[in-house]
T-cell receptor, first 118, second 115 residues
Framework: GAVVSQHPSRVICKSGTSVKIECRSL??????MFWYRQFPKQSLMLMAT?????????EQGVEKDKFLINHASLTLSTLTVTSAHPEDSSFYIC??????????????FGPGTRLTVL | AQSVTQPDIHITVSEGASLELRCNYS??????LFWYVQSPGQGLQLLLK??????LVQGIKGFEAEFKRSQSSFNLRKPSVHWSDAAEYFC?????????????FGAGTILRVKS
């Protein structure tokens, strides 16, 4: 149980285009989803916390107009990188927590999405 | 503010040898502590967690960790390492709030296993 998927696993796009990444909880309802960014050989940096039905909360230094997050249902959150530039190239990972009980207390991670902006 | 220190960037152990990965945290209240493992190009898998109670916690794949409040540590151990354990390991501290745990991760420790 507690499986989180991400799509796509890899995406290559041209500079100036927008890219959407989906994060789905497959076997549980996720009240909260988190979006992280990971640079090569570095740790995960939290970008934003996404709560179903409300606006995402962004960490300091993260441009909310550049990284649009939508959490429209209890099983789906999306991250859209708008007007992508090469410096946005990174590994993006989402995680999700459930609505109650033990699954509410642990973040379960997706497999990540490798974004390359040319 | 919460912070996590993993002092070892790389560790190399022989297959079959014991393993200890160090983790120190800084947090004002009782911490929620986690160890995750990440294989190259993959997401993170939860190995084990500590919320309260017994300070020695057992996880998956034969891993265990011990919470030592006096040392602000949560070291990960395994008595006999397998080649498949080669990966990157992240310690994290969480502050449990209205929307679940917000995690702060350490820098990670890359484990190499030599045969």
């Amino acid at each position: 149980g507690a499986v989180v998927s991400q799509h796509p696993s890899r995406v290559i796009c041209k500079s100036g285009t927008s890219v959407k990444i989906e994060c789905r909880s497959l076997d549980f309802q996720a009240t909260t989803m988190f979006w992280y960014r990971q640079f090569p050989k570095q740790s995960l940096m939290l970008m934003a916390t996404s709560n179903e039905g409300s606006k995402a909360t962004y960490e300091q230094g993260v441009e909310k107009d550049k990284f649009l997050i939508n959490h429209a249902s209890l099983t789906l959150s999306t991250l859209t990188v708008t007007s992508a530039h090469p410096e946005d190239s990174s590994f993006y990972i989402c995680s999700a927590t459930g609505t109650s009980g033990p699954i509410h207390q642990v973040q379960y991670f997706g497999p990540g999405t490798r974004l390359t902006v040319l | 503010a919460q912070s996590v220190t993993q002092p070892d960037i790389h560790i190399t152990v022989s297959e079959g040898a014991s393993l200890e990965l160090r983790c120190n945290y800084s947090y004002g209240a009782t911490p929620y502590l986690f160890w995750y493992v990440q294989s190259p190009g993959q997401g993170l898998q939860l190995l084990l967690k500590y919320f309260s109670g017994d300070t020695l916690v057992q996880g998956i794949k034969g891993f265990e960790a011990e919470f030592k409040r006096s040392q602000s540590s949560f070291n990960l151990r395994k008595p006999s390492v397998h080649w498949s354990d080669a990966a990157e390991y992240f310690c994290a501290v969480g502050a449990f709030g209205e929307y679940g745990n917000k995690l702060v991760f350490g820098a990670g420790t890359i484990l190499r296993v030599k045969s």
